[in-house]
């Protein structure tokens, strides 16, 4: 099982950007997708998951109007479209996976995406 990541990127300050999580050896339709954020020096941050049903949650409203989490599960795909950042959202990102819906554990994890946002 692989989950694949692209979109690294260096980008300024209001700018945009997508994340790709590609799985191979699942079929994602079965799993919540999920993304991190990990910013120097920080442990991991939930930042938001899509589930199965195509609900999705996010860790507060600020996230919520600039990130979008959404999937493609006949490409096997989960994407994090990002907008407006700011430098503050300088990280590396990660997408994860879980068979369960209570966010509490992830079965497979991406590799990371260095993301940079320049003032």
């Known amino acids: 099982v692989q989950l694949v990541q692209s979109g690294r990127g260096l980008v300024q300050d209001g700018d945009s950007l997508r994340l790709s999580c590609v799985a191979s050896?699942?079929?994602?339709?079965?799993?919540?997708a999920a993304w991190f954020r990990q910013a120097p020096g920080q442990n991991h941050e939930f930042i938001t998951a899509?589930?199965?049903?195509?609900?999705?949650?996010y860790r507060d409203d600020s996230l919520r109007g600039r990130f979008v989490v959404s999937r493609d599960d006949a490409k096997n795909t989960a994407y994090l479209q990002m907008n407006n950042l700011k430098p503050e959202d300088t990280g590396v990102y990660y997408c994860?996976?879980?068979?369960?819906?209570?966010?509490?554990?992830?079965?497979?994890w991406g590799q990371g995406t260095q993301v940079t946002v320049s003032s």
């Open positions: 994860a996976v879980s068979a369960d819906d209570d966010l509490g554990a992830y079965d497979y």
């Open positions: 050896g699942i079929a994602l339709a079965r799993y919540t």
């Open positions: 899509i589930f199965t049903g195509g609900r999705r949650t």
